[in-house]
């Protein structure tokens, strides 16, 4: 059962050198931007902590691993400075995973939409259970996944990038998402899943914690300007928001 909190939970629990970090919220395990703020100053502290090797991330409950941000914020967005302040809760959190020292392990348990897409494809490995479905659902409210971007097309290419993003109402099955290089092993069920994920990061936080932070530099390498980019991104992605379109198209899904 997931948090009933408002502005969503986010625990940390460190043993044996891994540290899982759970996030919820009632909505869907959605990210108001509290809780944002919050996931990227855990992984920036985690970062500088020695005694982890490895950082597990994970949602709540049995239902989605992530509807993205929350949708109530976005239609209150009315200004730029405010949608680009809105946009920039992912643009940290993405960032913050990439300069993360530690490996970072995701758990996707069910369907993961926009934002939640762009957090799997920021992990280094992932384990998933047959009901992750993926959905870009953006360009149906008139915006595009322009802050998450750099993330996917890192991981399934710019060719995968734009099945996903121009076809915004088509779920993708969690083998596609397997093939494509987003997850990393996909289990029948969620039992099989936590089992082998306890087994790998029991084996891989057993490793030279030294060796797993060099080689988290290594598969990152490439990426400073991200620094630069996501929040540009988010920039513009807050400009989109404040078009007649999209405001026409929010105010459809609200009702």
């Not at 996931?39 to 985690?46: A, I, M």
Request: some cysteine.
């Amino acid at each position: 059962m997931g948090t009933s909190r408002t502005n969503g939970s986010l625990y940390t629990n460190i043993q044996n050198k891994v540290a899982t970090v759970e996030f919820g919220h009632p909505a869907s395990n959605s990210f108001v931007s509290e809780l944002l703020q919050r996931l990227t100053k855990t992984l920036d502290e985690l970062s500088q902590n020695k005694e982890v090797s490895l950082v597990v991330l994970r949602s709540e409950g049995d239902g989605p691993f992530c509807a993205g941000a929350s949708f109530n914020e976005l239609m209150a967005v009315s200004s730029q400075e405010e949608g680009t302040v809105f946009f920039s809760g992912f643009a940290h959190v993405l960032n913050a995973m990439r300069r993360c020292s530690q490996p970072i392990i995701g758990r996707v348990q069910g369907k993961a939409v926009g934002g939640g897409v762009g957090l799997i494809a920021a992990c280094d490995y992932v384990f998933a259970s047959v009901d992750a479905a993926v959905r870009l659902s953006e360009l149906t409210i008139g915006i595009a996944p322009l802050v998450i971007a750099p993330a996917l097309e890192r991981k399934i290419g710019v060719a995968g990038l734009a099945e996903m993003s121009l076809a915004p109402t088509e779920w993708k099955n969690a083998y596609w998402a397997k093939e494509k290089g987003l997850f990393s092993k996909v289990h029948d069920t969620r039992k099989e899943m936590d089992k082998e994920l306890d087994h790998f990061t029991s084996q891989l936080g057993s490793n030279n914690p030294e060796a797993l932070r060099e080689l988290k530099k290594v598969l990152w390498q490439g990426t400073d300007h991200w620094d630069q980019l996501l929040p540009t991104r988010a920039a513009i992605t807050g400009n989109l928001a404040l078009s007649p379109h999209t405001k026409k198209a929010l105010e459809a899904f609200k009702k």
